[in-house]
């Protein structure tokens, strides 16, 4: 389950509530279905006092797909959680779409064009296209749920890892401690500073173990500087050696791996632009911004056993996280992906840039948008039937609509009635991070 979103008559956000009882009143009359995605409903009277704020939205934003959670503060129950796909590589792909038929333009002559060379500057701050999307969507997201939910505050994991947490007084150096916060902290630094790779073999994409240069059992510290990642083969092979012994093949990797033991990493490092940038949106969303380290987000995660998934990150971050988060395992997330709403493209092109078939038409008709999700009762003709799906208009009044089960054209508007407006995100329900434990 995730909690349904209640409005009261002006629109004002309540506490989210049980599917079950959204269902009662739904059933009793006392409500409507005000937004289908993500569900909430509207009470047909005013409520007299505000609600309480006592809700924290929790954000774990990542480059492809972002972790979203509301977590209840006084009950400790993660209430609604989503995953948030971005379009980072459609867009870059567009992009790249259009630099080509523009280029391709210029070289046919088929008009002057004045050469523009002095008007490229960017701006500070400045983000790529498909970057800035993605803050975009996380932005958009936080402030639809804002008007859904009494939302009183939000985390954010904006760091990888803590520089304060690893100083704290009484850990000498960087102690690997498996399972503590410390630890997490640490090997987070070590992930970042070792750039995610096996630091003997480069390899990336494959468990890393923590690993002393110096081994401790000829007295290596566990200060950070005698700390590297390696992956598992090559720890195996180094085993009790001396890494000068070890590498004495490769004396130029061996200078490397020592000169870069040696220098210290700055916490701005763990910082990247992108989440940054979303950061500074938030705050000038007026509500305050609680910002955890990915370190800090691991230990959580691992001290209440959850599985890993975006939306469970998220729920993780930040030093306001209860103990023992409740109802985490109930939750079925709703994915959400980008998908924009229009393409601004007039005309479509041939692949050698000239223009083929007519000018984009109208954007509406008979009242709908490509893109709308619509119920379609046909009465008569070969599409008798009932249809739920995202609409593709024409301009003569006969749609596409894509079901569950497939695509079905030629369905006049007449029989559509539109169940939820095209807002720029397509909508899917996951599933459950873990499954009940049986009685
Ligand atoms: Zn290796």
Redesign the pocket.
């Known amino acids: 389950m995730s909690a349904v979103f209640v409005l009261d008559a002006e629109r004002r956000p309540l506490a989210p509530v049980h599917p079950g009882r959204a269902r009662l009143l739904l059933k009793a009359g006392q409500v409507a279905v005000f937004k289908r995605h993500p569900f909430t409903i509207i009470l047909k009277r005013s409520v007299a006092w505000p609600a309480p704020q006592r809700f924290r939205l929790k954000i774990d934003p990542g480059s492809k797909t972002t972790g979203l959670a509301l977590v209840d503060e006084q009950t400790h129950e993660v209430v609604w959680a989503a995953e948030l796909r971005h379009q980072g590589a459609r867009i870059v792909e567009r992009l790249r779409a259009r630099r080509a038929v523009r280029r391709g333009r210029r070289q046919r002559h088929t008009r002057y064009r004045q050469a523009r060379f002095a008007n490229r500057r960017r701006k500070g701050g400045w983000l790529p296209p498909s970057q800035r999307s993605r803050v975009q969507n996380v932005v958009t997201w936080v402030q639809r749920l804002r008007r859904l939910c009494p939302i009183a505050a939000l985390s954010l994991e904006l760091v990888s890892f803590d520089m304060q947490a690893l100083q704290t007084p009484g850990i000498e150096g960087i102690q690997y401690q498996q399972g503590t916060l410390a630890g997490c902290e640490a090997r987070e630094y070590l992930l970042v500073k070792w750039e995610h790779a096996?630091?003997?073999?480069?390899?990336t994409g494959i468990p890393l173990e923590v690993e002393h240069i110096r081994p401790s059992s000829r007295g290596g510290s566990h200060r950070e500087s005698n700390l590297t990642l390696?992956?598992v083969?090559?720890?195996t092979a180094k085993g009790t050696q001396d890494i000068r012994v070890f590498l004495a093949h490769d004396p130029e990797r061996l200078a490397r791996i020592l000169a870069q033991a040696q220098a210290p990493l700055r916490d701005a490092a763990a910082v990247n632009a992108t989440r940054w940038a979303l950061y500074k949106r938030l705050v000038e969303l007026g509500l305050p911004v609680e910002v955890g380290s990915g370190g800090r987000t691991k230990y959580n995660r691992a001290q209440q056993e959850m599985p890993k998934t975006h939306w469970t990150d998220a729920a993780c971050v930040g030093a306001s996280t209860p103990e023992q988060l409740r109802n985490w395992q109930r939750v079925r997330p709703l994915l959400i992906t980008a998908t924009g709403r229009q393409c601004r493209q007039m005309c479509n092109v041939d692949k050698r840039g000239f223009p083929r078939g007519k000018p984009k038409g109208p954007s509406r008709s008979h009242g709908l948008r490509t893109g709308d999700m619509v119920r379609a009762v046909v009465t008569k003709g070969v599409h008798r039937g009932t249809y739920i799906g995202r609409v593709a208009i024409k301009s003569d009044g006969y749609f596409k609509i894509t079901t569950r089960a497939g695509e079905v054209e030629g369905i006049h508007a007449r029989y559509c009635r539109a169940l939820h407006r095209g807002d720029g995100y397509g909508y899917a329900h996951g599933s459950l991070a873990a499954l009940p434990p049986q009685v």
Request: glycine fraction near 10%.
């Open positions: 096996c630091a003997y073999c480069g390899a390696s992956c083969a090559c720890n």
